[in-house]
C-alpha cells in the first residue's frame, strides 16, 4: 500500500510539474511571437518588401507598431512608389498618420498629381486630412453660400445664395486659408457686385453679372482652395431700404422740427411771464405814485402853495375824467338791447 501510494503522489507531482511548464511554455511562446512578428516579416517577404526581422523587433522597444509600419511599406511597394521604413517611422513618431499618407500618395499617382512624401507629411502634420485633399483636387466640392444681403443703387434689398465649386489647392494646404475665408469672400464680392448696380432689375436680368464680378477679384488667393465656379443659385427681393431710410430721416427731421417749435414756445411762455411781470411792477410804480398825490396836496396845503378853489378845481377834473371813462366803455345790457333793436 505504501509503494502504490508513493507511486500514486509521484505521479500526481509529474502531471502538474508538466502542466506548469505547459504553461510557462505557452506564455513565452505568445511574448516570443509578439516581440518576433513573424506573420509581419513573411508576409513582407513574399510581398517583395525587405525588412529585417531585428528591426521588426526593435520598433517594439521604440514604441512603434510594426504593423503600421509594414502594412503601408508592402501597398506602396504595390503602387510602385518608393518609401523607406524610416521615413515612415519617423512620421509616425512624430505624430503623423502613416496609413493615411500613403494612401494619399497612392491616389495622387493614380491621378497623376504632383505629390511627394515630404509635401504629404507636412500636410498631414499641419492637421488636415491629406486623403481627403487629394480627393477633392480629383473631384470638386460645391460649397453653398448662407443668404447674402445687399442693396442695390436704388435702395432695393436682394437676398443673393451661390454655390461655389472648389478643388483643393495642395501647394497651399500648409498655411492657407480655409473654407470659412472662401466664404466671406464670395460674400463680400456679391454684395460689392449688387451694391454696383444701377437697379436691382439689371441684377434680377443678369445674374452672371455678380459671377464675373466676383471671379474677375481673385477671392482664392492665399486660400487652400481654388475656385473653379460661382453660380447664383437664387435671388430673392427683400424690402425697400432705400424708402425706409427715407422715412426714418422724415420722421427724424419731424422729431427735429417739433423740439425746435417746443423749444420757441417755451421761450415765448417765458417771455410773456417776464412782461407781465414788467407789467404788475409798472402798476405797483404808478400805485405808489398815484399814493403820494394826496401827501404832496396836504403839503401844498401847508405851504400856501395851493387854495380851496384849485382843489376843487382838480377834484371837478378828476369827477369828470371818471364819468368820460364810465361812458366810454359799453354796459352788457346796453349790448344786448342794441342787439335787439337791429334785429327789429
Not at 445674374?207 to 474677375?216: C, E, G, T, W
Amino acid at each position: 500500500m505504501n509503494n502504490l501510494a508513493t507511486i500514486f503522489l509521484f505521479n500526481n507531482q509529474t502531471g502538474l510539474g508538466m502542466v506548469i511548464t505547459a504553461v510557462i511554455g505557452l506564455v513565452l511562446l505568445i511574448l516570443i511571437f509578439y516581440l518576433i512578428p513573424v506573420g509581419l516579416w513573411f508576409q513582407a517577404l513574399v510581398s517583395g518588401v525587405r525588412v529585417n526581422l531585428l528591426q521588426l523587433i526593435v520598433m517594439r522597444f521604440r514604441k512603434v507598431p510594426p504593423s503600421q509600419i509594414v502594412g503601408p511599406m508592402i501597398a506602396s511597394h504595390k503602387a510602385g512608389l518608393r518609401l523607406t521604413r524610416d521615413d515612415l517611422e519617423a512620421h509616425y513618431l512624430a505624430g503623423g498618420h502613416v496609413r493615411l499618407v500613403v494612401n494619399a500618395l497612392i491616389s495622387a499617382d493614380k491621378a497623376n498629381m504632383d505629390l511627394d512624401f515630404k509635401t504629404a507629411t507636412a500636410i498631414d502634420l499641419a492637421g488636415r486630412d491629406v486623403l481627403d485633399a487629394v480627393k477633392m483636387s480629383v473631384n470638386p466640392k460645391v460649397i453653398n453660400t448662407p443668404p447674402v444681403t445687399a442693396v442695390a443703387m436704388d435702395g432695393i434689398q436682394l437676398i443673393c445664395k451661390a454655390r461655389v465649386t472648389v478643388r483643393a489647392n495642395i501647394k497651399q494646404l500648409v498655411g492657407g486659408a480655409g473654407e470659412e475665408t472662401v466664404l466671406a469672400r464670395v460674400g463680400e464680392g456679391v454684395v460689392s457686385a449688387i451694391g454696383s448696380a444701377q437697379n436691382h432689375k439689371s441684377v434680377l436680368e443678369n445674374p452672371d453679372v455678380i459671377s464675373k464680378a466676383v471671379l474677375q477679384k481673385g477671392l482664392d488667393s492665399g486660400t487652400a482652395f481654388e475656385i473653379l465656379s460661382i453660380d447664383i443659385a437664387d435671388i430673392d427681393i427683400g424690402k425697400n431700404i432705400g424708402a425706409i431710410l427715407q422715412m426714418d430721416q422724415a420722421n427724424a427731421d419731424k422729431n427735429i422740427a417739433q423740439a425746435k417749435a417746443e423749444e420757441r414756445r417755451a421761450m415765448a411762455v417765458a417771455l410773456e411771464q417776464e412782461m407781465k411781470a414788467k407789467t404788475q411792477e409798472a402798476r405797483a410804480k404808478v400805485i405808489e405814485a398815484e399814493a403820494q398825490v394826496p401827501l404832496a396836496v396836504a403839503e401844498a396845503f401847508k405851504a400856501g402853495n395851493l387854495g380851496i378853489m384849485d382843489y376843487y378845481k382838480f377834484e371837478n377834473i378828476k369827477a369828470d375824467t371818471r364819468m368820460r371813462d364810465s361812458i366810454g366803455k359799453p354796459a352788457a345790457g346796453g349790448q344786448s338791447r342794441d342787439k335787439s333793436e337791429n334785429k327789429k
